[in-house]
């Protein structure tokens, strides 16, 4: 299980406890360079730390499939989950169902199917979810509902994708190329509740949602014209 982690050293613990152990071989936190605490608690939570000096979502996501990539004995499935607790770590079990019974390659926490609490998903990330998922049904013919970050795939097809974005287009880039490399995706419903600790470093300011729009947009339609 790969956990990006920014300055979430308030809400890093309560995750870290609240996976389901029996499930995961490795549990790796990676500290996109925090000022905070992040590290220690993440040692102290029982997870292993990799550091990744250059900052953005996609940089740390990276750092570790890279890290896992090389071991003597890779995992056949990566697992990825954010540091601020609001997805709910519990629902593990579902998320890696339909890679245990090989009936898929790619699974997405979709939070648009499963219950939200009220206010977990601003206006604006509705909205862009929606536009979003629409043009990647229109362009690769892929069903999606949501962009989740908490997703499970086989490192094998991980690998394959040749991840390279390094900041927010991380989790559409992979829907993209999943789409377009014929992936069996399935997507399971899954719970989301507001961030716990201070407020979302991206969808709560106008430069956070304005960028990671533009991004996602920029990243469908790239690989719209290289097919
Ligand atoms: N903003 C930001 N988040 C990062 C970075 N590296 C890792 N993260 C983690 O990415 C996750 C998602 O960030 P968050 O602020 O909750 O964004 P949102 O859920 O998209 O509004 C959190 O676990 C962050 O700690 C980074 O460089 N920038
Ligand atoms: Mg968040």
Same mark, same amino acid.
């Given at each position: 299980? *790969?956990?990006?982690?920014?300055?979430?050293?308030?809400?890093?613990?309560?995750?870290?406890?609240?996976?389901?152990?029996?499930?995961?071989?490795?549990? %790796?936190?990676?500290?996109?360079?925090?000022?905070?605490?992040?590290?220690?608690?993440?040692?102290?939570? !029982?997870?292993?730390?990799?550091?990744?000096?250059?900052?953005? #979502? /996609?940089?740390?996501? *990276?750092?570790?499939?890279?890290?896992?990539?090389?071991?003597?004995?890779?995992?056949?499935?990566?697992?990825?989950?954010?540091?601020?607790?609001?997805?709910?770590?519990?629902?593990? !079990?579902?998320?890696?169902?339909?890679?245990?019974?090989?009936?898929?390659?790619?699974?997405?926490? +979709?939070?648009?199917?499963?219950?939200?609490?009220?206010? +977990? *998903?601003? *206006?604006?990330?509705?909205?862009?979810?929606?536009?979003?998922?629409?043009?990647?049904?229109?362009? %690769? !013919?892929?069903? %999606?509902?949501?962009?989740?970050?908490?997703?499970?795939?086989?490192?094998?097809?991980?690998?394959?994708?040749?991840? =390279?974005?390094?900041? %927010?287009?991380?989790?559409?880039?992979?829907?993209?190329?999943?789409?377009?490399? !014929?992936?069996?995706?399935?997507?399971?419903?899954?719970? #989301?509740?507001?961030?716990? /600790?201070?407020?979302?470093?991206?969808? +709560?300011?106008?430069?956070?949602?304005? /960028?990671?729009? #533009?991004?996602?947009? #920029?990243?469908?339609? &790239? =690989?719209?014209?290289? &097919?």
């Amino acid at each position: 299980m *790969l956990i990006p982690a920014l300055n979430e050293a308030e809400t890093l613990p309560l995750v870290l406890q609240a996976i389901p152990r029996a499930l995961v071989r490795d549990v %790796y936190v990676i500290d996109n360079g925090s000022t905070d605490d992040t590290a220690r608690v993440a040692v102290q939570g !029982g997870a292993q730390l990799l550091e990744e000096p250059q900052r953005g #979502y /996609g940089a740390a996501c *990276l750092r570790g499939v890279q890290h896992v990539e090389r071991l003597a004995a890779p995992p056949d499935v990566v697992v990825f989950l954010d540091a601020d607790f609001a997805d709910d770590p519990a629902e593990l !079990g579902w998320l890696i169902e339909p890679l245990r019974a090989r009936a898929a390659d790619l699974v997405i926490g +979709s939070r648009i199917l499963g219950e939200r609490e009220p206010g +977990s *998903l601003s *206006l604006q990330q509705r909205l862009g979810n929606r536009v979003a998922v629409t043009m990647m049904r229109v362009i %690769y !013919g892929q069903r %999606y509902t949501d962009l989740g970050p908490f997703r499970a795939i086989r490192l094998p097809a991980l690998v394959a994708l040749g991840m =390279h974005d390094t900041g %927010y287009g991380w989790t559409v880039e992979m829907q993209v190329k999943a789409a377009k490399t !014929g992936l069996r995706v399935v997507e399971v419903p899954v719970s #989301y509740r507001k961030r716990a /600790g201070g407020s979302s470093k991206i969808s +709560s300011t106008v430069k956070g949602t304005v /960028g990671a729009s #533009y991004k996602i947009l #920029y990243t469908i339609l &790239r =690989h719209a014209t290289t &097919r």
